[in-house]
């Protein structure tokens, strides 16, 4: 079995998170602006970006955003996810979607959403708990878990 950090990016992990654009996803960004977008979405309190480390070296990551809607719902949305090949299938996926579901529930959501993904992403997401919803999006609803969570805490 394989043991994954799941942790926070920062300024260090822009390089590995740059080659994985190039390589798993085929951004043809130039490296100044892709810093430049990296950085400012570091800092902006409602977007998180995690990567996944194994053996020392970053292996994955996932971009993800939290959205209040005009009509008050508010939201995560996953709007990126990137894993080398050789760890899709030992759960990298999972623990990444996993530690945004967490991120999630801190930032008071109501569900987290994604709209583009692989097929094999899609039913690693369904076999842990996302649906298809109205949009044709996979969504997973956490805030009736949050809310079992401070009953059990409470009562």
């Known amino acids: ?11 260090a992990d822009f390089t ?16 100044k602006e892709a810093e430049r977008v990296y950085r400012n979405t570091l800092m902006d309190a409602d977007q998180a970006v995690l990567v996944i480390i194994h053996s020392g070296n970053a ?12 009509i008050g719902e508010m939201y995560t949305e996953i709007i990126g996810i990137a894993v080398y090949d050789y760890y899709v299938d030992k759960k990298a996926c999972t623990e990444l979607v996993n530690a945004v579901v967490k991120w999630s529930a801190q930032m008071l959501s109501k569900s987290v959403r994604i709209n583009a993904y692989s097929s094999g992403l ?21 805030i009736s878990e949050r809310k079992n969570h401070y009953e059990r805490m409470y009562t």
């Open 1 to 11: 079995m394989f043991k994954y950090k799941v942790r926070p990016a920062g300024v």
């Open 16 to 31: 590995a998170v740059y080659k994985m654009n190039e390589r798993i996803l085929g951004s043809n960004v130039s490296k």
């Open 59 to 70: 292996v994955g990551y996932i971009h993800a955003i939290q959205i209040t809607n005009l």
């Open 122 to 142: 899609k039913q690693k997401l369904l076999d842990i708990g996302f649906c298809g919803n109205d949009c044709g999006s996979l969504e997973k609803i956490i």
